[in-house]
């Protein structure tokens, strides 16, 4: 079998960047490509936004900021401050200006740019090769689809945001909605893939070719599950299981980021990295697991999976190192 790249990464946010930093540490020159979930895309003040790509080229380009995760480092919000004059100005019923999702004045280029490019024509993953490259990136960073798929989730309570906006229970809302308006203080009742029924993957021949396919450590329902919803993904992963190793992103029961530990409870899966192995099995062959979680390894295996302990919290260079040559030895053909 030819092989298009060496590695080949599904990958979410934060979670996914660290561990691609992992790979460039360990060997920058190595052939990676990442398929990023576009699910949280969003559209914020006329301007296309792509969180989890822009989190995976930032890191990568060694300008991400390190206490949010997220964002540039040494960041201004000035046109977000600025904003502010016309708040109390807008008419009922109008959300210009968005006022509870802050684009950094720096970071705003880079969705000036993606906005303009989409306009004229250019893919996503056309305008995506282009901001990488921008930013030095030599990883493949390929969005998930050129289609839109919109992830959204059913509130299972009433609930008010800070900003004063009241969701009812049952509210069908968008990703972003949860997660930064609401900042995920809400339990909810159901996810959908809007869009991913339609929608055609971008490179899903680098599922089938690529030397070893590694599922980030993630949230597996909002991150990971937006890429697996695409036609195809889960029967390639699946043609190839031996191959595809996966890293718990729970470690002793909880997220080391994100809600991912409330999510699993509240859509009835176990909260510890056995649940994440369990959603996973079908079309992962390998888990890899943190030394907290030794106890679930003989639970884990069970499902027909083998399973690795380690360290899985890249607190510095070394250990990311080493977890990056722990999921490439194990899932090298």
Same mark, same amino acid.
């Given at each position: 079998? !030819?092989?298009?790249?060496?590695?080949?990464? %599904?990958?979410?946010?934060?979670?996914?960047?660290? #561990?691609?930093?992992?790979?460039?540490?360990?060997?920058?020159?190595?052939?990676?490509?990442?398929?990023?979930?576009?699910?949280?895309?969003?559209?914020?003040?006329?301007? /296309?936004?792509?969180?989890? @790509?822009?989190?995976?080229?930032?890191?990568?380009?060694?300008? %991400?900021?390190?206490?949010?995760?997220?964002?540039?480092?040494?960041?201004?919000?000035?046109?977000?401050?600025? /904003?502010?004059?016309?708040?109390?100005?807008?008419?009922?019923? !109008?959300? *210009?200006?968005?006022?509870? #999702?802050?684009?950094?004045?720096?970071?705003?280029?880079?969705?000036?740019?993606?906005?303009?490019?989409? *306009?004229?024509?250019?893919?996503?993953?056309?305008?995506?090769?282009?901001?990488?490259?921008?930013?030095?990136?030599?990883?493949? $960073?390929?969005?998930?689809?050129?289609?839109?798929?919109?992830?959204?989730?059913?509130?299972?309570?009433?609930? &008010?945001?800070?900003?004063?906006?009241?969701?009812?229970?049952?509210?069908? @809302?968008? #990703?972003?909605?949860?997660?930064?308006?609401?900042?995920?203080?809400?339990? @909810?009742?159901?996810?959908?893939?809007?869009?991913?029924? &339609? *929608?055609?993957?971008?490179?899903?021949?680098?599922?089938?070719?690529?030397?070893?396919?590694? $599922?980030?450590?993630?949230?597996?329902?909002?991150?990971?599950?937006?890429?697996? =919803?695409?036609?195809?993904?889960? &029967?390639?992963?699946?043609?190839?299981?031996?191959?595809?190793?996966? @890293?718990?992103? $729970?470690?002793?029961?909880? =997220?080391?980021?994100?809600?991912?530990?409330?999510?699993?409870?509240?859509?009835?899966?176990?909260?510890?990295?056995?649940?994440? *192995?369990?959603?996973?099995?079908?079309?992962?062959?390998? #888990?890899?697991?943190?030394?907290?979680?030794?106890?679930?390894?003989?639970? %884990?295996?069970?499902?027909?999976?083998?399973?690795?302990?380690?360290?899985?919290?890249?607190?510095?260079?070394?250990?990311?190192?080493?977890?990056?040559?722990?999921?490439?030895?194990?899932?090298?053909?």
């Amino acid at each position: 079998m !030819s092989v298009a790249c060496d590695v080949a990464v %599904i990958a979410g946010g934060v979670g996914a960047a660290r #561990f691609l930093r992992a790979l460039r540490l360990m060997d920058a020159d190595r052939a990676v490509a990442a398929i990023v979930n576009t699910g949280d895309d969003t559209v914020v003040n006329g301007l /296309h936004v792509s969180p989890d @790509i822009d989190t995976v080229i930032y890191t990568l380009a060694d300008a %991400i900021d390190p206490e949010r995760g997220w964002g540039l480092r040494d960041e201004t919000w000035t046109t977000m401050q600025s /904003h502010r004059r016309y708040f109390d100005r807008r008419p009922a019923g !109008s959300a *210009a200006p968005n006022n509870w #999702f802050n684009l950094g004045d720096r970071d705003m280029a880079t969705h000036l740019y993606r906005t303009a490019r989409l *306009a004229e024509g250019a893919s996503l993953n056309d305008t995506t090769q282009e901001i990488a490259k921008a930013w030095g990136v030599r990883f493949d $960073i390929v969005p998930m689809s050129d289609a839109r798929v919109e992830t959204r989730l059913t509130l299972a309570e009433e609930v &008010t945001s800070p900003d004063g906006h009241t969701y009812q229970s049952g509210a069908t @809302i968008s #990703f972003q909605e949860y997660f930064v308006r609401l900042r995920h203080a809400v339990a @909810i009742a159901a996810l959908q893939f809007a869009g991913a029924d &339609t *929608a055609v993957p971008n490179r899903l021949d680098l599922l089938s070719t690529a030397g070893t396919v590694v $599922i980030a450590p993630s949230n597996p329902l909002v991150s990971i599950g937006p890429v697996r =919803a695409l036609r195809g993904v889960d &029967t390639a992963l699946a043609a190839r299981r031996d191959s595809v190793v996966a @890293i718990s992103p $729970i470690i002793g029961g909880a =997220a080391l980021k994100g809600p991912a530990d409330r999510m699993l409870r509240e859509m009835g899966h176990e909260a510890t990295a056995l649940g994440v *192995a369990r959603l996973y099995a079908e079309i992962c062959g390998v #888990f890899i697991i943190d030394e907290i979680d030794a106890d679930l390894s003989s639970n %884990i295996e069970r499902l027909g999976m083998r399973c690795i302990v380690t360290r899985t919290i890249m607190k510095s260079d070394d250990t990311a190192r080493a977890l990056a040559a722990t999921v490439l030895n194990a899932g090298s053909r």
